[in-house]
């Protein structure tokens, strides 16, 4: 059974860097598409990005300008960084498996302080 | 950028039968949009449910059907259980990125 788990800094600092990394277990992180979706609280799903084929990336146009996607294959993880945080970009953040999003993590709640 | 659009809320009584859409602010949703449906109950990840337009993953109830209705994506539930009770989102292709829907809160009652 394939498992997903966010880990990072649950408090990050406005203007800094985000950074998280979604560790996966249970299977080869070298095939699927792999992605990284937040949700503000008591929001709905906002989908930031994914990267596919050991590094091709695609990103929210919103979100683009800020985001990079990274996967370490040798680790079984890819990471997401979103820079010039905002007290906005405090949500609870998910990665998740595939082009049909099978399998998710439990989600790990970041905040941004001022 | 593209905007999908659902219901805020909807109510169905147990054993009700519930369709919800999912429109999108380019046109008529297609199949190559590629719509999935996915479940979200209160402190819960989402759990997918319906994958390019109509198929059911392993764990899906078969009470739960996907298709395309008058130029939306639809997402069915048939004989609704008590348990059917939580937020639902679609999410459909746009080009390389993806869009979720706003989210519909179903209320069984």
């Known amino acids: 059974q394939v498992q997903l788990q966010e880990s990072g800094p649950g408090l990050v600092k406005a203007s800094e860097t985000l950074s998280l990394t979604c560790t996966v277990s249970?299977?080869?992180?070298?095939?699927?598409?792999w992605s990284w979706i937040r949700q503000s609280p008591g929001k709905g799903l906002e989908w930031i990005g994914h990267?596919?084929?050991?590094?091709?990336?695609n990103y929210n146009p919103s979100l683009k300008s800020r985001v990079t996607i990274s996967v370490d294959t040798s680790k079984n993880q890819f990471s997401l960084k979103l820079n010039s945080v905002t007290a906005a970009d405090t949500a609870v953040y998910y990665c998740?498996?595939?082009?049909?999003?099978?399998?998710w993590g439990q989600g790990t709640l970041v905040t941004v302080s001022s | 950028q593209t905007v999908v659009t659902q219901e805020p809320s909807l109510t169905v009584s147990p054993g009700g039968t519930v369709t919800l859409t999912c429109a999108s602010s380019t046109g008529a949703v297609t199949s190559g949009h590629y719509p999935n449906w996915f479940q979200q109950k209160p402190g819960q990840p989402p759990r997918a449910l319906i994958y390019?337009?109509?198929n059911r993953h392993s764990w899906t109830p078969a009470r739960f059907s996907g298709s395309l209705l008058g130029g939306k994506a639809a997402l069915t539930l048939s004989g609704v259980q008590p348990e059917d009770e939580a937020e639902y989102y679609c999410l459909l292709y746009d080009g390389g990125a993806r869009v979720f829907g706003g989210g519909t809160k179903l209320t069984v009652l």
């Open positions: 998740a498996r595939g082009a049909v999003f099978d399998f």
């Open positions: 390019y337009t109509n």
């Open positions: 990267t596919y084929n050991s590094g091709s990336t």
């Open positions: 249970g299977g080869s992180i070298s095939s699927y598409y």
